[in-house]
C-alpha cells in the first residue's frame, strides 16, 4: 500500500464548480506540499502545509493531522485549472530532505 | 528572474555512455533535489541535498550519482545508463528544506537505448 494516496485519480468538471481532491497517508509527517504539473508539464509548488488551512487566491488547503488527511479546493473552477494535482509528504522523524508523493490527479475543468 | 534551470530539456544516449543533467537555481537556496517521473509511478526521490557538500539518498538513488560542491549547483550523473533509467527527471530547490515552498525546473526527457 502506497504511504500516500490521492483521490479521486481522475476528476472532470464544468467550469464554475467547487472541486475537492484528497491526500490521505498512513505515516506521521511534518509538513504537506500540494504540486501543480500542467499539461507541459512544469511542476508548481501551490502549498506548503504543518498545520490549519491555508488560501492563495481561489485555491484553499487544509489538513487535519489527527485523521491523516490533507484537502486541496478549488472554488469557481475554470479550464486553466486543468492540470495534475499531486500531493507530497515529509515523514516526521525521518530523513530531513526525503519527500514521498502520491500518484496525483487529474483534473479536467470543461467550459 | 529566480528559477531553476536544468539542461538539456531532451537527451537520447545510448546504453552505457556516461551523461550529465545540470540543475542551476539563482535564488541562494540551501536545499537541492533530483526527482524521477515515471507513468503508473508518479514522482519519485533520487537524492536530495540539505546544503553545501552535503548530499542523502532518496527512494530511487540506484544508478545515479549526484555532487554539491557550490551551493547553486546539483549535477545529477548516470555514471553506465540503462533503458530503465529512460525518465523525465526534475530538479528543485527550496529556501531551507522541506519546510519551505519547492522550486522546479522544466524537467529533463531522457530517453536511453
Known amino acids: 500500500k502506497n504511504e500516500v494516496e490521492q483521490s479521486p485519480q481522475n476528476l472532470t468538471a464544468q467550469e464554475g464548480e467547487f472541486i475537492t481532491i484528497n491526500c490521505s497517508y498512513s505515516v506521521g509527517i511534518s509538513a504537506l506540499h500540494w504540486l501543480q504539473q500542467h499539461p507541459g508539464g512544469g511542476i508548481v509548488s501551490l502549498f506548503m502545509l504543518s498545520s490549519g488551512k491555508k488560501k492563495h487566491g481561489r485555491l484553499i488547503a487544509t489538513i487535519n493531522i489527527q485523521e491523516k488527511h490533507s484537502s486541496l479546493h478549488i472554488t469557481a473552477s475554470h479550464p486553466r485549472d486543468s492540470a495534475v494535482y499531486i500531493c507530497?509528504?515529509?515523514?516526521?522523524?525521518?530523513?530531513?530532505?526525503?519527500?514521498?508523493f502520491g500518484k496525483g490527479t487529474k483534473l479536467s475543468v470543461k467550459p | 528572474e529566480a528559477q531553476v534551470t536544468q539542461n538539456p530539456r531532451y537527451l537520447i544516449t545510448v546504453t552505457g555512455k556516461k551523461l550529465t543533467v545540470t540543475c542551476s537555481q539563482n535564488?541562494?537556496?540551501?536545499?537541492m533535489s533530483w526527482y524521477r517521473q515515471d507513468p503508473g509511478l508518479g514522482l519519485r526521490q533520487i537524492y536530495y541535498?540539505?546544503?553545501?557538500?552535503?548530499?542523502d539518498k532518496g527512494d530511487v538513488p540506484e544508478g545515479y550519482k549526484v555532487s554539491r560542491k557550490e551551493k547553486r549547483n546539483f549535477p545529477l550523473i548516470l555514471e553506465s545508463p540503462s533503458p530503465n533509467q529512460t525518465s523525465l527527471y526534475f530538479c528543485a530547490s527550496s529556501r531551507q528544506g522541506l519546510d519551505s515552498p519547492l522550486h522546479f525546473g522544466n524537467g529533463t526527457r531522457l530517453t536511453v537505448t
Open positions: 507530497a509528504v515529509r515523514r516526521h522523524g525521518g530523513s530531513q530532505g526525503n519527500l514521498i
Open positions: 541535498s540539505m546544503n553545501v557538500e552535503v548530499t
Open positions: 535564488m541562494n537556496h540551501e536545499y
